[in-house]
């Protein structure tokens, strides 16, 4: 994990501090593109290749999703194992379920990637997959610099994205910069030192 601009990874839904849309693409036909659909809502989904990105009936395979059927997922001919998040204004939190890191050893990690707007890197999250089809890991995370793009990525070459309960929004809490906070850290000592140094007579 990077933590260049202030990057705190969080692992659940319940750590979203402030005012965030969630998307959990069951409002979508199942099989359908998805790249534009929710345009209204912030956030256009794409696939570094330029190729659809879906809403996809996961439950219909008899696998666990985090809430509805549905789930996004950059399968099909070729599949990809990322997938893009491009918000309309930035934000400064982002987070979603994960899954299909299968136990045949697809995969065994999923990285978080925030870009600010000139397309730099903020910083990135990762955490080790669990290796079921289930939809059931959570990644996310709080930046202290507005991010304009996300990217989830597996760093495997078998399977594909699949992201349900997107949530992404504006966090009610200030993420320190690491500058900011080893000057905290570093000024804790002396401050103390200062509190206990005897009164001269």
């Given amino acids: 994990m990077t933590l260049s601009a202030g990057v705190v990874q969080i692992g659940s839904p319940g750590a979203l501090t402030g005012s965030f849309t969630t998307i959990n693409f069951d409002d979508a036909v199942a099989g359908s593109t998805i790249n534009n659909r929710y345009s209204a809502q912030g956030v256009q989904l794409t696939r570094d290749d330029g190729l659809a990105v879906v ?3 996961w ?3 008899g696998f666990t999703t985090s809430s509805g059927p549905n789930v996004m997922a950059t399968t099909g001919f ?4 990322s997938a893009n998040f491009i918000f309309s204004n930035p934000v400064n939190e982002i987070g979603m379920y994960f899954g299909n890191d299968q136990a045949n ?3 065994t990690m999923s990285t978080l990637f925030a ?3 000139s397309n730099n890197l903020i910083g990135s999250v ?4 669990n290796n079921n089809t289930s939809v059931d890991q959570y990644i996310g995370l709080l930046s202290s610099v507005t991010i304009a793009r996300a990217r989830i ?3 495997g070459t078998q399977l594909a994205v699949v992201v349900d309960d997107l949530a992404f929004g504006t966090s009610g809490t200030s993420v320190p910069e690491p500058s900011t906070l080893w000057l905290t850290l570093l000024a804790a ?3 103390l030192y200062r509190r206990r140094r005897p009164a001269r007579m």
């Fill in 105 to 107: 050893g697809g995969y």
């Fill in 78 to 81: 070729p599949f990809s194992t």
């Fill in 59 to 61: 439950a219909g395979l």
């Fill in 189 to 191: 000592p002396v401050a």
């Fill in 126 to 129: 990762s955490l080790n997959t």
């Fill in 115 to 117: 870009y600010d707007v």
């Fill in 55 to 57: 809403a996809f009936d």
């Fill in 153 to 155: 990525e597996n760093n």
